[in-house]
């Protein structure tokens, strides 16, 4: 059974920072795409950064880029997203997700999803 798990979600205050983690089980990981897609309330789904499997590009919503930065361990499962220079703009529950094919910012094309950790950046 492929899992998902996600971590590191919290509550930081305009300006800090926070590391998420994405520990993946169940499927080959280095073969994936891995994706991060947030929900803020009141919101739809919107993509936040992804990196394609075969470490040819990284991809980041215009909102992020500069501050986010997406990495991965494939000897580990585990897929980061470091977080800088939060705002409160930011918050939402942000998902990890795993896809094969299909284009790396369009949640259409992902497969497999965690459940979501919440981030709260306080003012």
């Avoid at 930065?69 to 980061?80: E, Y």
Wanted: hydrophobic share 35%; glycine share 14%.
């Amino acid at each position: 059974q492929v899992q998902l798990v996600e971590s590191g979600g919290g509550l930081v205050q305009a300006g800090g920072s926070l590391r998420l983690s994405c520990a993946a089980s169940g499927l080959a990981f280095s073969r994936y795409t891995m994706g991060w897609f947030r929900q803020a309330p009141g919101k739809e789904r919107e993509f936040v950064a992804a990196l394609h499997y075969s470490g040819g590009g990284t991809y980041y919503a215009d909102s992020v880029k500069g501050r986010f930065t997406i990495s991965r361990d494939n000897a580990k499962n585990t897929v980061f997203l470091e977080m800088n220079s939060l705002n409160p703009e930011d918050t939402a529950v942000y998902y990890c997700a795993a896809g094969y094919g299909g284009l790396p910012t369009s949640a259409y094309d992902y497969r497999y999803w965690g459940q979501g950790t919440q981030v709260t950046v306080s003012s």
